[in-house]
Structures are given as structure tokens and as C-alpha cells.
Nanobody, 122 residues
Framework: QVQLLESGGGLVQAGGSLRLSCAAS????????MGWFRQAPGKEREFVATISTTGGSTYSSNSVKGRFTISRDNAKNTAFLQMNSLKPEDSAVYFC???????????????WGQGTQVTVSS
């Protein structure tokens, strides 16, 4: 059974940092591109960042570019999202996903985690 388990969310002050982790099991991790998405209450799910199978290519949304960094450690079957200079508008549930291509389209991701809450206070 495939499982993606996010961790590292929590409450942080504006300007602070968090690192989210996504531990994968039940799949050949190195065969999948990974992505991070977020969803705030009353809003649609939003692309955050994605990374290719080897980590050679990364893309991020304009809203987080320069502040967030996606990475992966294939030996540990884990993807990460380093979040710096956090703003209140970054508050959302953050989801990890695995798919076949490095992309920002959520329909290209096959497996999803349950999400982890990130709350940034003013």
C-alpha cells in the first residue's frame, strides 16, 4: 500500500521558518517526481513546488519563489520543503504528492498524503 506521510507543520511567527518532510513507502520513490501543494480554507488547492526524480530539476510558484526550496533524498525515500520568511498568507494545509512528471498540474500526481497544517501568525 502506498503511503505519503507529511510532517513538520505547526504554528510559527511571521518571518520564521519551517521544514516539511514527506516520507514515502509502498512505491519506488526514485521513479516518481514529487510535488508540494497547499490549500487554505475556502480556496482551491494551489501548486507550491515540484522536483524531478533525481532532483535535477525544480520549479516553484511565483508566490513562494526565493523563499521556499524543494529537495529530496532518494536514499531515505523522503521529500522536503524548506520554508523561509514565512508570511500569514502562507497559512494552509500542505500536501505532498507523487507523480510521473515534474509538473505543477495536480492531475499529473497519482498519490497524495493527508496533509500537514502550517499556521503563520502576524
Amino acid at each position: 500500500q502506498v503511503q505519503l506521510l507529511e510532517s513538520g507543520g505547526g504554528l510559527v511567527q511571521a518571518g520564521g521558518s519551517l521544514r516539511l518532510s514527506c516520507a514515502a513507502s509502498g512505491l519506488t520513490f526514485s521513479s516518481y517526481a514529487m510535488g508540494w501543494f497547499r490549500q487554505a480554507p475556502g480556496k482551491e488547492r494551489e501548486f507550491v513546488a515540484t522536483i524531478s526524480t533525481t532532483g535535477g530539476s525544480t520549479y516553484s510558484s511565483n508566490s513562494v519563489k526565493g523563499r521556499f526550496t524543494i529537495s529530496r533524498d532518494n536514499a531515505k525515500n523522503t521529500a522536503f520543503l524548506q520554508m523561509n520568511s514565512l508570511k500569514p498568507e502562507d497559512s494552509a494545509v500542505y500536501f505532498c504528492a507523487a507523480g510521473y512528471l515534474v509538473a505543477g498540474d495536480p492531475t499529473l500526481f497519482r498519490y497524495w498524503g493527508q496533509g500537514t497544517q502550517v499556521t503563520v501568525s502576524s
